[in-house]
């Protein structure tokens, strides 16, 4: 939903992990938009999507990000564009929608708390926004 909301010729890369082909969706994209999909193959959620961001070219200018998914690797890849990347919070929409081990009545009454404290771990490690 959020790729189908941009203009056509808006800079996209979108990097999606699914388990495998038969998990291909048709998406509406802007015109121009650089879609990768990036397999599974049965091994844990992130696997494939971790390593391609931090293999990524960043493009010149001001970069954002939209991670959403599994709450271990958003994690890993919030500290990753905040601290490796130096990528300011306004400029990310990072999300852990489901937690690999809790049922969804477990992970939505944890998961504040998981936000706020992934948030100020961050903050300490993260260079101040320019």
């Known amino acids: 939903a959020a790729l189908e909301r941009l203009p056509d010729g808006a800079p996209v890369r ?6 495998d082909p038969a998990e291909q969706q048709d998406l509406r994209v802007p015109a121009g938009a650089e879609i990768r999909w990036l397999h599974r193959e049965g091994a844990a959620p992130g696997s494939a999507l971790v390593p391609a961001v931090r293999g990524l070219d960043f493009p010149a200018g001001e970069a954002h990000a939209f991670v959403h998914g599994e709450a271990g690797f958003v994690k890993e890849l919030r500290r990753h564009l905040r601290t490796d990347r130096g990528l300011p919070r306004e400029r990310l929409s990072v999300s852990g929608y489901w937690r690999r ?12 708390d998981w936000n706020r404290q992934v948030e100020t771990e961050q903050e300490i490690s993260a260079p101040a926004a320019s």
């Open 14 to 19: 979108a990097l999606i992990e699914v388990a």
């Open 101 to 112: 081990g809790q049922d969804e009545e477990g992970w939505q009454a944890t998961k504040r």
